[in-house]
């Protein structure tokens, strides 16, 4: 069977009272991912069609995946979030379900039920409250006129007329209230797929991050080092605050969405959504108040304040954060940094996905003319302090995932135009050997070989690749070392972004100094330098990882060669593949500050307070590094492990094809690494970008869907429940609409699925949807009703043919 694995990338923009139909989004987001985990766990224990199904979303979900079986495996994974603001909300939510495989249902409450201005709003108090009383006919006169249609609603006329009697030149909106909703809704979350379910819904050997951006109101000081003078100073106002959960290839799950960590993930909703004049700004103090008042404990805050801040104590509680949409509305960059690198166990499908829940907000003036209508005072003020920062357009981000499709082909160019010369190498150096399968000493020597031949045969080039690889193993050791140090207890760096790049910059340059001092003189030839050479065989782990991806690329090349072959079974290959996997991660946790310890951390401080032209400094932290690595022991497993399971598991004609890419790797390596510019690439595939809005054609309404909370400004869903219910189904069935096409379109170069059971499937999960929300919406009784028939009537063909 065909394996496939559709991968998203989610950006959620911001959106206000928006924030309810993008639940609804994640919520299908949700159902799919576990749809997608439940139809493979089927298929690799053999279990009958889901046809059994309960009736569920996530059920008519499996049966929409089953329609691509026997042929195709699809499966579906969420490794990356970015949200700001609103989106910022749904995607801490999103990310604590996908991580724990735990429910969203708890957090329809907390939309539909308190994102109310009656329950948001802070009560008017002393004589404010009688002033206010005395003057609302006027004010809801002046209102109701700068508004007209928008407040024709009853419900929304009078909450609008009591929010303009709460306190004035304060933030109506109490954000102590809206934390504890926040912290119920989150200690309510519920494993989703039944007590016997998957302990996390990220797959083994992968991992999810989130990213959520708010401003630093009063910002953080950054140096940077120019020509004259020396050194400036920034401001920068843009925090990015940071969250990951990876599954390891044994299974084991180390998460930041855990319930320890839940005020943490409460503090980042609230902060990126402190939008200003509506929310007071967020800071620690509020947030200590809140878990105070409930009884409750942050066991993780000193820690989340140094990976935030970096910075505890008074340092931290100076923080004062708002709405992360003041910066950055569209979170694409940091998504775009986090999705290079992703391991790539089966073939890839790549989508970013953003979701705009209030697209084209700035329209054109009419009749093309730019003076049509000359904006007036305030508008202009109004727009350029507000609406234009917060809608700049995704055209460099754009520009930028295209880019990357054009280095993917470049690359997979320069492998193909390499590949029989490469060959030609490796089967010389492998001899007599092709006949029989490598022993591990075999192995071993002619890998060896292959090193030694590509970069005597790479002449004049291989100075650039060394070079090349040499700056890139540093970098890569300063940036640890300065997180090491910043993940010590009293250890403030000045936060100069995701782990200190001042800190970290400053290492770079004592372990510049340090190899050319221990270099001595400029060797001539090709000799390279023996402390140059120590450093990359005991530091340079990506050289390995990009080895072991090369390897499970091929491998994945295989597969339909495999299936043409008796004895050759798909799970024996994919066992291979998870053990290289395995060894992969293994290799990943030498990147991380925790797999070191107080040592390392005296050395890197050491370093950095001993005249650089000493070099013992950098002897001690080297080695140090070097034998906690392991590097050489780890190569030897893994020519041992490549020995016995190739041999085990693959035919001649297979096993010397992957073999020939393990051995000849080296060759390879020299001419993709400059191509790549140092970075690592890992899918080696082109990125697709989709949006989700409410803009778009939908399979009901070709014309699109007109969002109840789009009015007053974005805040209309908070001033009634009819249009909250409205929205958030509405996003659920957007959602659900363009994710099932988002999985065709993946599965489409194996399999077409005929037309007819596509437009069941579609009906099925529409209908699942409306069934699961009957009972709930109630505010307008025709809702839910009424969207039955339009579903019946818009699939009737499919209803007949039943």
Known sequence: MKQIELRLALVLYGGVSLAVHMHGITREFLNLVRASRRMEARLDTGEADPAAADGSAAAAYEAFLALFAPKLDLRVVIDVISGASAGGVNGVMLARALAHNLSLEAHRDLWLENADVTRLANEPVGLTRYLKGSIAPVLDRLVTMALKSETDDGETR?????????????????????????????????????????????????????????????????????????????????????????????????????????????????????????????????????????????????????????????????????????????????????????????????????????????????????????????????????????????????????????????????????????????????????????????????????????????????????????????????????????????????????????????????????????????????????PVIRFLRGLDVDYRIRRLRFVIRRLNRLYRLAENRGGVRADEMDELKSTLYEQIDNLSRRWTAEFYGQETRSLVERLLETPAADPKAGDALVA?????????????????????????????????????????FAFYDLVTLPVLRGTAIAEHNEVQVDRISPADPHSLRPQGIELKGRSLNAFGAFFNRGWREHDYLWGRLTAADRLMTMALQAAEPVIRVAEAEVRAARRGVFLAILEEERDRLNADPALVPGLLREVEEAFSDVRAGA
């Not at 893994?638 to 992957?658: I, K």
């Open 158 to 530: 009078s909450k609008l007329r009591r929010l303009m009697q709460s306190r004035w030149f304060t933030p109506p909106f109490s954000g102590a209230r809206y934390v504890g909703w926040m912290l119920d809704a989150c200690h309510a979350m519920r494993p989703g797929d039944g007590e016997g379910g998957p302990a996390t819904l990220v797959p083994q050997g992968q991992r999810l991050d989130l990213l959520v951006t708010v401003t630093d109101f009063h910002g953080a000081k950054r140096r940077f080092a120019i020509h004259d003078p020396a050194e400036v100073e920034e401001t920068e106002h843009r925090l990015i605050l940071r969250y990951s959960a990876t599954c390891r290839g044994n299974g084991e799950l180390q998460s930041d969405f855990g319930d320890a960590a839940i005020p943490a993930l409460v503090f980042s909703a609230r902060a990126t959504s402190a939008f200003p004049g509506a929310f007071p700004p967020m800071t620690l103090s509020e947030m200590d108040e809140v878990l105070v008042e409930r009884g409750e404990a942050w066991p993780q805050r000193d820690a989340f304040c140094r990976r935030a801040f970096g910075a505890g104590g008074e340092a931290a509680e100076a923080r004062v954060l708002v709405d992360g949409s003041v910066v950055m509305n569209k979170p694409f960059q940091p998504l775009l940094e986090a999705i290079a690198g992703r391991a790539a166990g089966r073939e890839v499908v790549r989508k970013i996905v953003y979701v705009d829940p209030k697209p084209d907000e700035v329209s054109a003036p009419e009749d093309g003319a730019p003076d049509a209508h000359l904006p007036g005072f305030f508008r202009v003020i109004l727009a350029s302090l507000a609406h234009i920062p917060r809608n700049e357009p995704i055209g460099d981000a754009l520009e930028q995932v295209a880019e990357h499709n054009r280095e993917v082909r470049r690359i997979a160019e320069v492998i193909a135009a390499a590949e029989p010369l490469v060959e030609s190498e490796v089967h010389a150096i492998l001899g007599p050997e092709l006949l029989h399968p490598l022993t591990v000493q075999e192995l071993t020597r002619c890998r060896t070989m292959a090193n030694e031949r590509a970069h005597l045969t790479a002449g004049y080039a291989y100075r650039g690749y060394q070079r090349l690889k040499l700056s890139g193993v540093v970098e890569r050791v300063a940036d640890l070392c300065a997180r090491v140090l910043q993940d010590a207890p009293g250890g403030a760096l000045g936060r100069t972004g995701a782990y200190g790049n001042g800190q970290a910059s400053a290492i770079a340059l004592r372990l510049d100094v340090w190899l050319a001092t221990a270099s001595g003189a400029r060797t001539e030839g090709s000799v390279t330098p023996e």
């Open 624 to 664: 140090a590094l070097s034998a906690r690595m392991g590097l050489a022991d780890l190569d030897a497993l893994a020519d041992d492990v490549f020995s016995m399971m190739t041999l085990n598991y693959l035919p001649q004609s297979l096993h010397l094809a992957l073999t020939g890419a393990y051995v000849g």
